[in-house]
């Protein structure tokens, strides 16, 4: 008897079929009936399942590529292949989720009383309570790292969201790049003196620079965030390695794992983002895979950056 055909047109691809797993839990955040705060929590919910999704899956398929492997998945699409569809994809999804938390979610908590504001929007008697926050909370933990020849790119840590700033000083030829990280360690939705008003933490530091960079001209502002490779590589059972120390290991030197994706927030000045892609792909521990960061991997946002919080 001969044995059936079996062709690759009869598998879904593992990666993409993900993604649309993920798209379910945006259909729920879209789905009017699902209660409020609820949508909240399921748009939150596909941006962290989407941060896991580039660091194993995405940057996997990127590795494969930098190493030339040819063979395809069981749907006959190559590691290129996969990797251009998921672009496709993704973008699709993330331009849904922006409109449904800014043109849907986020009006309809503002009708219940419930607002997220810009510093800028606040009424004198609420940036009052503002600044003392700023002045007793945030600035202590602030350590902005300028860029120039002295002073090397900072590390930037995983998921970690960022001010990239320049600022300008009558001493200097042209401006300069500055790094300040918004610190995990503090709220990132600061509550104002009105009941469920609340402030980006990232809009209360971008607000306060001048206190950072005293004396210098603050020519621009704009938040950036990147994801790294963070896969770990357990041996077989029997392999005689100490799992432990191995794991260990591993969690150590991922934190240098090259950068797999650069989210930008909307209106960064070219030069500020070429910069930033120059900057980080040259990043990467010793055994990390070389591979260069483009443009392709560079995702602009209208809104929020880091939506899990």
């Not at 908590?109 to 800028?120: F, I, S």
């Not at 960022?162 to 610190?183: Q, T, Y």
Request: charged share 25%; with cysteine; glycine share 6%.
């Amino acid at each position: 008897m001969t044995a059936p055909v079996v062709t690759s047109s009869l598998y879904l691809n593992r990666e993409l079929s993900w993604l649309e797993f993920n798209a379910r839990v945006l259909n729920e955040a879209e789905d009017a009936r699902t209660p409020l705060l609820e949508r909240l929590k399921f748009l939150s919910i596909f941006s962290t399942n989407l941060d896991e999704f580039y660091m194993v899956r995405v940057a996997g398929l990127r590795r494969q590529v930098a190493a030339g492997v040819l063979a395809t998945s069981a749907d006959g699409m190559s590691a290129q292949a996969q990797l251009d569809a998921i672009e496709v994809r993704v973008r699709e999804l993330a331009a849904r989720q922006q409109r449904c938390l800014h043109g849907e979610v986020l009006p309809a908590l503002a009708e219940r009383g419930v607002k997220l504001v810009r510093y800028h929007e606040l009424p004198a008697e609420d940036r009052v309570g503002i600044d003392a926050f700023f002045e007793r909370e945030v600035f202590p933990v602030l350590t902005p790292l300028a860029v120039d020849p002295g002073h090397p790119f900072p590390y930037i840590s995983n998921l970690s969201l960022s001010l990239a700033v320049e600022i300008n000083d009558p001493d200097w030829e042209g401006s300069r790049f500055a790094r300040v990280k918004v610190p995990k360690s503090l709220p990132r939705w600061v509550p104002t003196s009105t009941p469920y008003v609340f402030v980006p933490l990232e809009d209360v530091i971008s607000a306060h620079l001048g206190e950072l960079f005293q004396g210098m001209q603050i020519l621009g502002c704009h938040a950036f965030r990147i994801t790294r490779y963070s896969d770990l590589d357990v041996p077989a059972p029997d392999e005689p390695d100490d799992l432990l120390a191995m794991i260990e290991e591993q969690l150590f030197q991922r934190r240098f794992g090259e950068v797999v994706r650069l989210e930008v927030q909307e209106g960064m000045p070219a030069h500020v983002r070429a910069l930033l892609q120059e900057e980080l792909r040259e990043e990467g521990g010793e055994d990390a895979v070389e591979i260069p960061l483009t443009e392709r991997e560079v995702e602009t946002v209208s809104g929020l950056l880091d939506l899990g919080d």
